[in-house]
């Protein structure tokens, strides 16, 4: 019965805890939060041109050492 009381305490202490540190938290702006997605969406754009240019680089590459053909 008292490891039940105790695992009871230790979960709203637990959340007690939560609630202090969400009150620390400084939440970006609006502004801020459009900048960083923009420079996450521009990031991942970026990659994505940087690993699909990589890809058709060796495709190309083994077709014309392999003499093959890959569509």
Same mark, same amino acid.
């Given at each position: 019965?008292?490891?039940?009381?105790?695992?009871?305490?230790?979960?709203?202490?637990?959340?007690?805890?939560?609630?202090?540190?969400?009150?620390?938290?400084?939440?970006?702006?609006?502004?801020?939060?459009?900048?960083?997605?923009?420079? %996450?969406?521009? #990031?991942?754009?970026? /990659? =994505? $041109?940087?690993?699909? %240019?990589?890809? #058709?680089?060796?495709? /190309? =590459? $083994?077709?014309?050492?392999?003499?093959? #053909?890959?569509?």
């Amino acid at each position: 019965m008292a490891e039940n009381v105790k695992k009871k305490a230790g979960v709203m202490d637990y959340f007690k805890g939560v609630k202090t540190e969400m009150k620390k938290v400084i939440w970006p702006t609006k502004k801020e939060t459009y900048n960083y997605t923009g420079v %996450v969406i521009l #990031t991942c754009a970026a /990659f =994505a $041109l940087f690993f699909w %240019v990589l890809d #058709t680089g060796f495709l /190309f =590459a $083994l077709e014309k050492i392999l003499d093959i #053909t890959l569509s």
